[in-house]
Every structure is written in C-alpha cells, then in structure tokens.
C-alpha cells in the first residue's frame, strides 16, 4: 500500500439524508488520509437540481462531524483546491468541456427527447440495449457550433470510440474489460447547461489531484465511461475503490423503506442522524460499519479511531456486499461505552436524562456511571437503569412490593424489620449495610431475594435496578428510610 500522503474526498450528493453506507465510505476516506498523513477532502456533488434537498448539505456536515471525521478541505472550511460545492464550480465544466469539444471527444447533440424515445423504443423492439444511435456525431464541428451559438436547445456527449476495447482495474475487484461498442455516448452536459455526475466528478477528482477513488459498486456501471473520460483528457487515473452495498438484515438486497421504519420501532436506523438519539456512539458505529467490508482482523475486534488508522490497509477491503446486523452493532457500541471515562460518559449519558425533564445532579451522576456502565448497550439504556436516582419519588404498587412466597402482611412484617435494621445503622455504604441485612436473611431463613427484592422495588421503584448497595449508598440514608416507610405505608393499605 501507497505509504505517499493520499488526496481523497467523499463526494456526496444533498439529497436526503446520511446514509450508513455514507458513513463507511467517509470513514474509509478519513483512515487512508490519516494513515498516510494525507488531506480528507469534503466535496458536494449538486449539479442535480431536480434532487436537490435543502438542508441535506448541513445534515452531512453534521454527520461527519460526529462521527468525528473531520474533513481538511470542504464548503464549510474552504481549501485550496476549491471551490468544493459543484455548482460553484460552473465555469470550469464549461472550459472542460470545451477542451473535449476541441479533442474531438465530445460533440453537441440535438435530438429532442421525442426522438431519443423513439429510437429507444424501436431498439428495444429489436431487443437492442438502448443506446445513443450516433445521429449527431457526424455534424461537422463548424455547424454544430453555429447551432449551438444560434441558442439551439442541445445536450453535451462523450464521443465514445467503437473500436477497441476498454481495460479498467478496480482495486478490490481487478480488470473488467468491455468492448467499446457495447459503451454509449453518454451526456456530459444536460440540456440545462450543467454537467452530469460523470463530467463533473472527473473534472474535480482531477483538479483536486485525488488519489484515490472510494464510492459506491453502483457506479461500477459507468466505470468505463469515466476512466475513458479521463483518459480522454490525458490525465492519470486515481486508484478505483468501489465499495460494496450494505444489504438489509436478511442479506437479501436493500433495506426497503418500510423495512427501515421497522428498525426505527426496534431502536435501530440506517441514517446517521437518528444515531445520537438511539443512544449509539460515533465509536461504536464507526468500529461496526468499519468492519462490514474491511478483514481488519477479527469481525468482533473492538477498535479505537486510533487503531482503525493504524491497521488500516485498502488491500484487506473486501467486495462483497455485507449485510447489516444490528446485533453487531449493539455489541461495539456497549464494548466502546465501557471504554470511556467516567466523566466522558457522565456527559454523554446527561442529555437523556435532561430530556425526559430531571434535574441531574452532577456529583450523583458521577457516582451512578460505574454501577450502570458494565449494563449500558446504548447510552438511552441509562433511562431504565438510572433514571430514579434523579428523582423525588418512585412509584411502585402493593402487588410488586409482596415478596416472592409471601403475603402481604408477612412483607410488611419483615419491611418494619429491616426499616429498624437501617435506621441503627450510622449511614448505608455498601460496606456498612451488607453485613446486618445479610445477617437478617439467614436469621429468619429467607431467600436473599425476599429482602433485597423488596427493598430493590422500594427504593427504585424497579424490578431491574443497579447493584442495591451501591445503590442505597448513593441515594443515602435519608431517602432509603422514607421510602422504606412509603413502601410500608402501601403494603399496609387495604386492597381495594
Ligand atoms: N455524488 C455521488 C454519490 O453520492 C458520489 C460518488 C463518488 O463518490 O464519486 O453517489
């Protein structure tokens, strides 16, 4: 692998929202600059106003940004080889293209959508693939120009040679060689004046002096048409990268839409922006989407940002479509949450708190962290573990106070029973409270459960808690015995 600092960009269109497959590609494009001390280069391909949407730009931005990929050239931030948005970038499509025009490679078209279609249906009547029939090919250059300057409505294509053959090497997936006359004469300029994806990323990934190429297998398609546009330029190619599709759980093809909106009811999304708002961390998507599509090692290798650009080799990128398994992803990001500090995760956990309307007490969140962290998969899972230690009372009803094996009136006897046991002791640390309620247990023969379960429900309000211990130690002394009271007071009321 190239050890030379690499030029590499992710070129996303703003039409709809961020896409995980999105987020792999940057992250691919991130490592190899870091890795090779090259430049991440963000470009915004626009040039298609029909499926323009607005907003979208900002939403990729916002992505890269959390994802923490930070570009080095970008709309936002400008850079040297700008600008980075293609439809600032007008002027130079239309001296490109007349630098083609005047090779001979490209030539104006005239024909009106009506005879396209025409042509096209009488080719597929004759089960012909539906091509360009070369009708404006011939104009000679002379007259073709005076019509264009006479302000004739016409289009731009590349004058695609018949003959020969072409040879195009993608790194992960070798030669393809086609037969030139199977390639058509596709449109560079659109009747509106602006270029297709094809021109125009082939001009910028030129004049960006781009190394390598990482996109979608979709343009595997058109593959030979760009490399034959650069070649017919004259310039050198970058190394081709087209990455694999993501397929949806099953592995049978793409997640439809109604499949993505019942991922979003299983707390799972294909779009980047919904990611915060699951509880997911940039570390852990980053290390899952890495891995659908790199051999870094072991698929369950849990890697750091740090690692990723250490190990990373665009030779172990492998071409075959993954399919999406949220599993996965539940696994690297529970695996990177327990790897951030306290006070890291202290910050990232408060938000979820703050939005369901608590007031989080900062000293108290710090302590809550270590007894939730080994229990967290998302960051939202905080809400079901933690949530009432925030606070000013907890719910709970007779029925989930009984003890297991017991009446009613045998739980309250044995809550007035440890109420008295915590109220002689000085204070409920763990290591003061265990002894005398494990003491208890084995005195009166009951399974531990009878009372920690009890005093669990009483005290949280949960079936499911944090250690109970640790747990009374943070709520302290004072709010034990008065919720221990209040779980009295309703195992004392008459049922209704
Ligand atoms: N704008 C193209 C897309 O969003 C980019 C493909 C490329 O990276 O060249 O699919």
Same mark, same amino acid.
């Given at each position: 692998?190239?050890?030379?600092?690499?030029?590499?960009?992710?070129?996303?269109?703003?039409?709809?929202?961020?896409?995980?497959?999105?987020?792999?590609?940057?992250?691919?494009?991130? =490592?190899?600059?870091?890795?090779?001390?090259?430049?991440?280069?963000?470009?915004?391909?626009?040039?298609?106003?029909?499926?323009?949407?607005?907003?979208?730009?900002?939403?990729?931005?916002?992505?890269?940004?959390?994802?923490?990929?930070?570009?080095?050239?970008?709309?936002?931030?400008?850079?040297?080889?700008?600008?980075?948005?293609?439809?600032?970038?007008?002027?130079?499509?239309?001296?490109?293209?007349?630098?083609?025009?005047?090779?001979?490679?490209?030539?104006?078209?005239?024909?009106?959508?009506?005879?396209?279609?025409?042509?096209?249906?009488?080719?597929?009547?004759?089960?012909?693939?539906?091509?360009?029939?070369?009708?404006?090919?011939?104009?000679?250059?002379?007259?073709?120009?005076?019509?264009?300057?006479?302000?004739?409505?016409?289009?731009?294509?590349?004058?695609?040679?018949?003959?020969?053959?072409?040879?195009?090497?993608? =790194?992960?997936?070798?030669?393809?060689?086609?037969?030139?006359?199977?390639?058509?004469?596709?449109?560079?300029?659109?009747?509106?004046?602006?270029?297709?994806?094809?021109?125009?990323?082939?001009?910028?990934?030129?004049?960006?002096?781009?190394?390598?190429?990482?996109?979608?297998?979709?343009?595997?398609?058109?593959?030979? =048409?760009?490399?034959?546009?650069?070649?017919?330029?004259?310039?050198?190619?970058?190394?081709?990268?087209?990455?694999?599709?993501?397929?949806?759980?099953?592995?049978?093809?793409?997640?439809?839409?109604?499949?993505?909106?019942?991922?979003?009811?299983?707390?799972?999304?294909?779009?980047?922006?919904?990611?915060?708002?699951?509880?997911?961390?940039?570390?852990?998507?980053?290390?899952?989407?890495?891995?659908?599509?790199?051999?870094?090692?072991?698929?369950?290798?849990?890697?750091?940002?740090?690692?990723?650009?250490?190990?990373?080799?665009?030779?172990?990128?492998?071409?075959?479509?993954?399919?999406?398994?949220?599993?996965?992803?539940?696994?690297?990001?529970?695996?990177?949450?327990?790897?951030?500090?306290?006070?890291? =995760?202290?910050?990232?956990?408060?938000?979820?708190?703050?939005?369901?309307?608590?007031?989080?007490?900062?000293?108290?969140?710090?302590?809550?962290?270590?007894?939730?962290?080994?229990?967290?998969?998302?960051?939202?899972?905080?809400?079901?573990?933690?949530?009432?230690?925030?606070?000013?009372?907890?719910?709970?009803?007779?029925?989930?106070?009984?003890?297991?094996?017991?009446?009613?009136?045998?739980?309250?006897?044995?809550?007035?029973?440890?109420?008295?046991?915590?109220?002689?002791?000085?204070?409920?640390?763990?290591?003061?409270?265990?002894?005398?309620?494990?003491?208890?247990?084995?005195?009166?023969?009951?399974?531990?459960?009878?009372?920690?379960?009890?005093?669990?429900?009483?005290?949280?309000?949960?079936?499911?808690?944090?250690?109970?211990?640790?747990?009374?130690?943070?709520?302290?002394?004072?709010?034990?015995?008065?919720?221990?009271?209040?779980?009295?007071?309703?195992?004392?009321?008459?049922?209704?």
């Amino acid at each position: 692998m190239t050890e030379k600092p690499t030029r590499v960009r992710f070129a996303p269109s703003p039409t709809g929202h961020m896409h995980l497959g999105s987020a792999r590609t940057a992250l691919y494009n991130y =490592l190899l600059a870091k890795k090779t001390g090259g430049k991440f280069i963000l470009r915004i391909e626009d040039t298609d106003q029909k499926r323009y949407v607005p907003g979208a730009e900002q939403e990729l931005i916002d992505g890269l940004h959390w994802l923490g990929l930070d570009h080095d050239e970008g709309p936002d931030i400008g850079g040297p080889f700008g600008p980075y948005r293609q439809t600032d970038r007008k002027s130079i499509y239309d001296e490109h293209i007349q630098i083609l025009i005047g090779k001979g490679k490209a030539y104006p078209c005239f024909c009106s959508p009506e005879r396209l279609t025409s042509v096209r249906e009488e080719q597929m009547k004759n089960k012909e693939q539906p091509h360009y029939d070369g009708m404006c090919r011939s104009l000679e250059p002379v007259e073709a120009r005076k019509r264009v300057e006479a302000g004739e409505k016409h289009v731009i294509r590349f004058k695609m040679e018949k003959e020969g053959k072409t040879v195009v090497n993608d =790194l992960l997936r070798g030669e393809i060689i086609l037969d030139n006359h199977v390639l058509d004469d596709s449109v560079l300029i659109k009747s509106d004046g602006w270029p297709t994806y094809h021109f125009a990323a082939m001009v910028d990934d030129h004049l960006m002096e781009i190394t390598h190429v990482f996109r979608g297998s979709e343009w595997l398609g058109t593959f030979p =048409l760009h490399a034959n546009i650069i070649r017919a330029f004259g310039w050198e190619e970058p190394i081709w990268i087209h990455l694999s599709v993501f397929l949806k759980p099953s592995g049978k093809g793409k997640m439809s839409k109604r499949e993505t909106a019942e991922a979003l009811k299983d707390g799972y999304s294909i779009f980047v922006k919904d990611m915060n708002e699951l509880g997911f961390i940039p570390e852990g998507l980053n290390n899952w989407t890495a891995l659908m599509g790199w051999g870094a090692g072991e698929t369950e290798d849990v890697l750091t940002m740090f690692e990723m650009i250490d190990k990373f080799d665009i030779r172990k990128l492998n071409a075959s479509p993954a399919a999406i398994n949220f599993n996965k992803l539940d696994y690297f990001n529970g695996e990177h949450i327990r790897r951030l500090s306290i006070d890291d =995760l202290a910050a990232r956990v408060k938000p979820y708190f703050v939005n369901e309307g608590l007031v989080v007490d900062e000293q108290k969140l710090l302590k809550v962290i270590p007894i939730i962290r080994e229990r967290l998969v998302t960051l939202d899972d905080c809400l079901p573990f933690a949530a009432w230690f925030f606070k000013d009372s907890v719910d709970f009803t007779k029925e989930e106070l009984i003890a297991k094996n017991m009446t009613a009136a045998e739980t309250y006897e044995m809550g007035v029973e440890i109420l008295d046991i915590l109220e002689g002791l000085p204070e409920l640390s763990h290591s003061v409270a265990e002894e005398p309620l494990r003491s208890y247990v084995e005195k009166k023969q009951l399974a531990p459960n009878q009372v920690f379960g009890f005093l669990r429900i009483a005290v949280s309000g949960q079936k499911v808690s944090p250690p109970l211990f640790e747990s009374m130690e943070i709520v302290g002394k004072k709010i034990v015995l008065e919720r221990v009271k209040q779980a009295l007071s309703v195992l004392n009321q008459e049922n209704e």
